[in-house]
């Protein structure tokens, strides 16, 4: 099945920096990539997904990037604010979600 | 808005007891999941199910069986829980046509 790896765990940035979080997979087959937050106390919620077809994808100061060749994805965070402060958790699946696989985590502190 | 609902929100239970944990979901989505998250360990696909009495196991099944009678509710069963099975579940969903899971609110099992 898919392996997921995310690094670095812990992240800590000052207020304004940007914040790069970096995931490795290892099933070819996989053709979607989200990135969910997790704040304490928290369900998981979507921010950013990247399908297969697409090398980069943004959404204002979150932006994901896919390097399929070296099925590699990254998470990058600019001008970084304290309510950006959670876990991120970064996933890798094939169509239709049957074989999604969740990264560890990255708990990412932004200090004010 | 899509909403999923676990039964608990917190559970205590001892050791060798059979556990239920519920989810329910009112979207009609075909794809429901059951994780456990652990620290350091992020989220662990133990069960999954892609329709109606339909299961696969995902990656930590031992311990565990499923339960899918209705398309809107996903059933996790602890059948002798075990303190090692101390851990926070999440339930998930997703519809057939897209990739995003929708995460329930959690349950913090801890068994004694």
């Known amino acids: 099945g898919e392996n997921v790896e995310q690094h670095p765990s812990t992240l800590s940035v000052q207020e304004g920096d940007s914040a790069v979080i970096k995931c490795t997979y290892s099933d070819s087959a996989s053709n979607y990539f989200p990135w969910y937050k997790q704040e304490l106390g928290k369900r998981p919620q979507l921010i950013i997904d990247i399908r297969s077809n697409v090398g980069e994808k943004k959404d204002q100061r979150i932006a994901v990037t896919l390097n399929k060749t070296a099925k590699h994805f990254s998470l990058h965070i600019t001008e970084t604010q304290p309510e950006d402060s959670a876990v991120y958790f970064c996933a890798a699946g094939g169509w239709g979600n049957n074989d999604m696989r969740f990264g560890a985590g990255t708990r990412l502190t932004v200090k004010p | 808005d899509v909403k999923v609902t676990q039964s608990s929100r917190y559970l205590v239970k001892r050791t060798g007891e059979k556990v239920f944990l519920e989810c329910v979901q009112d979207m009609d989505h075909e794809n429901m999941f059951w994780y456990r998250q652990d620290p350091g360990l992020g989220l662990r696909l133990i069960y999954f199910s892609y329709d109606v009495k339909m299961k696969e196991k995902g990656d930590i099944p031992e311990g565990y069986s499923v339960s899918r009678e209705k398309k809107e509710r996903f059933s996790l069963i602890l059948e002798s829980a075990s303190t090692n099975q101390t851990s926070m579940y999440l339930c998930?969903?997703?519809?057939?046509?897209?990739?995003?899971?929708?995460f329930g609110p959690g349950t913090r099992l801890t068994v004694l």
């Open positions: 998930a969903s997703t519809p057939y046509s897209t990739d995003t899971q929708y």
